[in-house]
């Protein structure tokens, strides 16, 4: 399948989750299933991986879903508290991110590096109709998926232990939250200063956008299918 295909049918399948009702999720839910049971383990695996990563900012979306949208309170006793609205309306932003998450691993995984960016580079070109750089935004991308590889090599091989790693100073009675927190903000304060220290020391290098393809006429069947499904169900 063209790249561009896949980068237009992950971005309709986005607004179908985001935007889409519970019969929008189910659907998708059950398409990354299909895509990813055919697949090596391995895609899964770093899935998961992904959402681990975001696992604090699941949590911050539900806090707030939960005890800031009104509604019936899950319990009646309570003055205030979770409502049934925020545990819907939570869950299911929680569900479509989820999903988005995968397709996104997916598309990445299954698309090598130039191709996407050749694909990316061929979506922009109403850019170029408006007198736009296109092949900068291409460029600044292609480097942004190189610092990222980068920044996880740093992170994997950063050295354990240090004065960043102890427990904050105080009294003894910080809590094991306080403590952990501390080493986050040290561990993130390292990185920085490493990856800037990796970006002064590397020298210029040309970058090679490759020229962008068109689509075949009879692939663009999917994304017609795809947003007839969606629409069918309400979105």
């Given at each position: 399948?063209?790249?561009?295909?896949?980068?237009?049918?992950?971005?309709?399948?986005?607004?179908?989750?985001?935007?889409?009702?519970?019969?929008?999720?189910?659907?998708?839910?059950?398409?990354?299933?299909?895509?990813?049971?055919?697949?090596?383990?391995?895609?899964?695996?770093?899935?998961?991986?992904?959402?681990?990563?975001?696992?604090?900012?699941?949590?911050?979306?539900?806090?707030?879903?939960l005890l800031?949208?009104p509604g019936?309170?899950?319990?009646?006793?309570?003055?205030?508290?979770?409502?049934?609205?925020?545990?819907?309306?939570?869950?299911?932003?929680?569900?479509?991110?989820?999903?988005?998450?995968?397709?996104?691993?997916?598309?990445?995984?299954?698309?090598?590096?130039?191709?996407?960016?050749?694909?990316?580079?061929?979506?922009?070109?109403?850019?170029?109709?408006?007198?736009?750089?296109?092949?900068?935004?291409?460029?600044?991308?292609?480097?942004?998926?190189?610092?990222?590889?980068?920044?996880?090599?740093?992170?994997?091989?950063?050295?354990?232990?240090?004065?960043?790693?102890?427990?904050?100073?105080?009294?003894?009675?910080?809590?094991?939250?306080?403590?952990?927190?501390?080493?986050?903000?040290?561990?993130?304060?390292?990185?920085?200063?490493?990856?800037?220290?990796?970006?002064?020391?590397?020298?210029?290098?040309?970058?090679?956008?490759?020229?962008?393809?068109?689509?075949?006429?009879?692939?663009?069947?999917?994304?017609?299918?795809?947003?007839?499904?969606?629409?069918?169900?309400?979105?």
């Amino acid at each position: 399948m063209h790249p561009a295909i896949k980068i237009i049918l992950f971005l309709i399948y986005g607004a179908a989750v985001a935007f889409g009702g519970v019969p929008s999720l189910l659907t998708g839910a059950v398409l990354v299933l299909a895509l990813y049971l055919p697949g090596p383990w391995e895609r899964l695996r770093l899935a998961l991986r992904m959402l681990r990563r975001m696992r604090w900012f699941f949590l911050s979306i539900a806090l707030v879903y939960l005890l800031f949208t009104p509604g019936r309170l899950l319990f009646s006793a309570w003055p205030w508290g979770p409502t049934v609205e925020g545990l819907a309306g939570g869950g299911q932003r929680i569900a479509s991110l989820v999903l988005i998450v995968f397709a996104v691993n997916l598309l990445l995984r299954t698309t090598p590096r130039p191709a996407l960016i050749s694909a990316i580079l061929w979506c922009l070109t109403p850019l170029s109709w408006l007198g736009l750089p296109r092949e900068r935004l291409a460029v600044r991308i292609a480097l942004t998926l190189d610092a990222v590889d980068s920044v996880q090599v740093i992170y994997r091989h950063r050295p354990r232990g240090g004065d960043g790693d102890e427990d904050p100073p105080g009294d003894g009675r910080l809590t094991s939250l306080k403590a952990r927190l501390w080493r986050i903000g040290a561990t993130a304060q390292r990185l920085v200063v490493a990856v800037i220290e990796q970006a002064e020391s590397v020298p210029a290098q040309a970058i090679e956008v490759p020229r962008p393809s068109n689509p075949p006429l009879a692939q663009w069947l999917y994304p017609l299918l795809l947003s007839a499904l969606f629409m069918a169900l309400g979105w």
